[in-house]
């Protein structure tokens, strides 16, 4: 006698595919965070020297693109794992310094990265509000951002790097609560993609927030 095979609506079907991108994403973030810590603190073991500002924006500007454009193959899958690692490397040198102005500072930044990250990121699945909306003043605020980055390696006025530092927090939040809205309300979310995004978001965090510890803390 013949038995009745189940078959799944597209409901179920769009909720599988997204359990998948999801679970898919954070084991790929956690994989990339641990090769850009072990970079980073290679960089600040060996007292590697900072990275020319120019080309630390070019391969945060290109590599993100880089990704984009190859995240459905094995390519885009390794070009995050080079991306995770170099950008720990450039980064690396800049956490030493703070480790010699005060080693409490990268332990509290980081801290405080983990919070702000987990929180924000978790209420974002739980409650599964649509943070779409934040996509266009994401963009545009990275924009006037990299805009003062730009300005200030010239003027190099310490108040505007700490205004730099501040604003980039709060977008770096909101970016946070956007990417992960797109694991769950977006069918077109590449998990290579959002996941390259949130480590990005995680060590830029990472360095603001040092920047700012810094600077309350009477190091700056």
Do not use: C
Not at 3 to 23: F, Y
Not at 83 to 90: E, H, K, M, S
Not at 98 to 127: E, H, K, Q, W
Request: glycine letters at 6%.
């Amino acid at each position: 006698m013949s038995q009745a095979v189940p078959v799944m609506t597209r409901s179920e079907v769009a909720a599988l595919t997204t359990t998948k991108t999801i679970r898919n994403a954070y084991m790929l973030l956690t994989m990339i965070l641990g090769v850009s810590a072990v970079t980073a603190w290679y960089a600040v073991s060996s007292n590697a020297q900072p990275v020319n500002i120019w080309v630390f924006l070019a391969f945060m500007i290109g590599m993100p693109f880089a990704i984009h454009m190859t995240r459905n193959s094995v390519a885009g899958l390794g070009l995050s794992f080079v991306y995770a690692a170099l950008l720990g490397y450039f980064l690396g040198p800049i956490v030493g310094i703070y480790m010699r102005m005060d080693p409490n500072i990268p332990v509290y930044a980081l801290a405080a990265t983990s919070v702000i990250f987990f929180s924000l990121s978790g209420y974002a699945l739980v409650s599964r509000t649509n943070f779409n909306f934040l996509g266009g003043f994401i963009f545009v605020g990275a924009l006037v951002i990299l805009a003062a980055v730009i300005a200030n390696i010239f003027l190099g006025m310490a108040m505007l790097s700490l205004m730099i530092s501040g604003a980039a927090v709060l977008l770096i939040s909101a970016a946070i609560l956007y990417q992960t809205s797109q694991l769950i309300h977006d069918p077109e979310a590449n998990y290579i993609v959002i996941a390259t995004a949130l480590m990005a978001d995680i060590w830029v965090l990472f360095l603001h927030l040092m920047r700012l510890f810094s600077f309350f803390g009477g190091e700056d």
